[in-house]
């Protein structure tokens, strides 16, 4: 799978936008951009998807470069439960010839959401 | 909303001894997956299981896992023999299809073996 960056750890206000930057510069035409999060003591959670255009889904939105080399996770209003550790993971599936059905976790970037 | 459910969420094994790890996948779900995640590190993918098949495993997943859908809910994992090693927490995971990019996974809120 391709490589992802992320930085190790980012603080925010409660209740103010987070911008989360990923950068993927060796990123393929068939990967798909996914960005999961992992809350304290649970399993990773879904968060949203893209290929080329941005998305917005009612947990965030995605912003992804018009290059595909970077892309941005936004949380339009950071709460407390937003205190996570997310990771920006590219999907190579396999109907796109040597895929795999496996999202390989990276160390993520830890969010801290200060009251 | 659907979720995937795990049992036991805490398990406390003796090395050498067999384990077996529960999840109840979503269901209308046709793929189902299992990671790890030793304290501190990253989550690890271990296996995935299609149409009653394994569909890809990784290094760790050895001769001593093994999975099994035994019927129409239940998707377990097996360590025949534990390890030290083996201590970590275990997720399950399931998608509708995973064939493309463009479907995600749901995961499980975890089995945390012991191996004492």
């Known amino acids: 799978d391709a490589k992802t960056t992320q930085p190790n750890s980012m603080e925010s206000n409660e209740e103010e936008p987070v911008h989360l930057p990923c950068n993927h510069s060796?990123?393929?035409?068939?990967?798909?951009i996914h960005w999961y999060r992992q809350l304290p003591s649970q399993g990773p959670e879904y968060v949203i998807h893209?290929?080329?255009s941005n998305v917005n889904n009612r947990m965030a939105s995605l912003a992804i470069a018009e290059d595909r080399k970077s892309s941005t996770l936004i949380l339009h209003r950071a709460t407390l439960r937003d205190a996570a550790v997310y990771y920006c993971?590219?999907?190579?599936?396999?109907?796109?010839?040597?895929?795999?059905?496996?999202?390989?976790f990276g160390k993520g970037t830890k969010l801290s959401v200060i009251p | 909303e659907p979720e995937v459910t795990q049992t036991p969420s805490h398990q406390v094994t003796q090395m050498g001894q067999e384990v077996i790890l529960r999840c109840v996948p979503i269901?209308?779900?046709?793929?189902f997956y299992w990671y790890r995640q030793i304290l501190g590190q990253k989550v690890e993918f271990l296996v995935s299981?299609?149409?009653?098949?394994?569909?890809?495993k990784s290094e760790i997943f050895d001769d001593q896992f093994s999975v099994e859908r035994p019927d129409g809910s239940n998707f377990t994992l097996k360590i025949r023999s534990t390890k030290l090693e083996d201590s970590a927490m275990y997720f399950c995971a399931s998608s509708v299809f995973f064939g493309t990019g463009n479907t995600e996974a749901f995961f499980g809120q975890g089995t945390r073996l012991t191996v004492v």
């Open positions: 060796t990123i393929s035409g068939t990967d798909y």
């Open positions: 993971i590219l999907r190579d599936p396999p109907l796109s010839g040597a895929g795999s059905y496996q999202l390989t």
């Open positions: 893209g290929l080329t």
């Open positions: 299981f299609y149409n009653n098949e394994i569909s890809e």
């Open positions: 269901s209308n779900h046709l793929y």
